[in-house]
């Protein structure tokens, strides 16, 4: 499991009969498969690779493949059910998508991750659209960097 650090911790559901109705309204199945793996994301938590994910339901329904796992993962991150999470090791990882779109600083040294609102991106996209004539449409950004932790560490 990756390990993180939260300030300003976007809070995210995980009412997974809700979710479903929204796939059904949208004329999506909710396959057994995606329900085990939905809700293998939502008991695992933030920030899950999908190793996490089929390690645990791989202990539920050994017969499901990594295949599958990555297949449905990709199907729920295009519904904007999940939100993928670039690392700084080049991973990928998932979350639950909230209501809002949010945005995470990846610490280069321990991999810890700090989740910033959508708003603090709303004046660099103002900017885009002002001298660029460019309207960004962006659902998730990662910034690379070094924690205050690991800077202090390095610096001592």
Sequence with gaps: MLRKFAINKITMSHNTTEINRQLRK???RVTPQRQLILDAVCQLGDHVTPEDVYDHVHRIAPTLSRATVYRVLHFLTEQRILAMV???DGRLAYE???PEPHHHLVC???DSLLELPHSVLRSFRRAMDTQYDFEIDVSHVS???HCTD???TAGA
Aim: aromatic content about 16%; glycine content about 16%.
């Design 26 to 28: 949208s004329g999506y």
């Design 86 to 88: 670039h690392m700084a």
């Design 150 to 152: 690991c800077r202090d």
């Design 96 to 98: 639950l998508a909230g």
């Design 143 to 145: 910034f690379f960097g």
């Design 108 to 110: 280069r040294s321990c």
